[in-house]
């Protein structure tokens, strides 16, 4: 699309976008601002929508969406058409459901590592995002690792088994991360000027000389 199209596109609150696929010529696309957002919110990235393209429904994911840096307004959209017949890698996020038990009960920190599994499937088996289930985690150093998730049978998980998604630390203590400098400040009264030592060895030395005469 030129300039001046998408910026014609714009004004009537409509988002250019790009559709593409494996094996499919890139087409572009608009799709109505309010309802873009509406799919976003509801499908995010890693459910399927159908899209309209040249008049027919097309099975897609929004793979990348481009905001305006200050307003965040949605300004370009690319979708990812794809076959029902092939497996695609995508990401799905993750949830975090609970209260762990180390947190509840001695105030320890819940860490999250990870924040998306990288996933192989047929598009009919997405998922939208997969829920952790953090509320037995109850001693320090307890971790949910990706070997321990339970994902249907249908879905390939990519990323690494031994990653670790979360875990529980102890908090640290805000004394313990102090800096050194807040330590106890010398106490200044006790610093004497050049003056003041020469005129307390001058007196010193008058009393002794007293002394001897004495």
């Given at each position: 699309?030129?300039?001046?199209?998408?910026?014609?596109?714009?004004?009537e609150k409509?988002?250019?976008g790009?559709?593409?696929?494996?094996?499919?010529?890139?087409r572009?696309?608009?799709v109505p601002?309010?309802?873009?957002?509406t799919?976003?919110r509801?499908?995010?990235?890693?459910?399927?929508?159908?899209?309209?393209v040249?008049?027919?429904?097309?099975?897609?994911?929004?793979k990348?969406?481009?905001?305006?840096?200050?307003?965040?307004?949605?300004?370009h959209?690319?979708?990812?058409?794809?076959s029902?017949?092939?497996?695609?890698?995508?990401?799905?996020?993750?949830?975090?459901?609970?209260?762990?038990?180390?947190?509840k009960?001695?105030?320890?920190?819940?860490?999250?590592?990870?924040?998306?599994?990288d996933?192989?499937?047929?598009?009919?088996?997405?998922?939208?995002?997969?829920?952790?289930?953090?509320?037995h985690?109850?001693?320090?150093?307890?971790?949910?690792?990706?070997?321990?998730?339970?994902?249907?049978p249908?879905?390939?998980?990519?990323?690494?088994?031994?990653?670790?998604?979360?875990?529980?630390?102890?908090k640290?203590?805000e004394?313990?991360?102090a800096p050194?400098?807040?330590?106890?400040?010398?106490?200044?009264?006790?610093?004497?000027?050049?003056?003041?030592?020469?005129?307390?060895e001058?007196?010193?030395?008058?009393?002794?000389?007293?002394?001897?005469?004495?």
């Amino acid at each position: 699309m030129t300039g001046k199209k998408v910026k014609a596109l714009r004004r009537e609150k409509q988002v250019p976008g790009v559709v593409y696929g494996h094996g499919i010529a890139s087409r572009a696309v608009s799709v109505p601002l309010s309802t873009l957002e509406t799919a976003h919110r509801k499908a995010g990235e890693s459910s399927l929508i159908s899209l309209m393209v040249d008049g027919k429904p097309a099975n897609v994911l929004i793979k990348e969406l481009q905001r305006d840096p200050v307003s965040g307004k949605i300004l370009h959209v690319d979708f990812q058409e794809v076959s029902m017949q092939e497996k695609l890698k995508t990401q799905v996020p993750i949830a975090v459901k609970g209260e762990a038990k180390a947190v509840k009960e001695f105030g320890a920190v819940l860490v999250r590592s990870l924040n998306h599994l990288d996933i192989e499937c047929l598009p009919q088996d997405l998922i939208p995002e997969y829920v952790v289930d953090v509320s037995h985690l109850a001693n320090i150093g307890d971790v949910i690792r990706v070997s321990d998730l339970a994902l249907p049978p249908q879905i390939h998980i990519l990323t690494r088994p031994e990653t670790v998604v979360v875990n529980i630390e102890k908090k640290h203590e805000e004394a313990e991360a102090a800096p050194a400098a807040a330590a106890v400040a010398p106490d200044l009264t006790q610093v004497k000027t050049e003056k003041e030592i020469e005129k307390a060895e001058k007196q010193a030395k008058a009393a002794e000389e007293a002394a001897i005469k004495d």
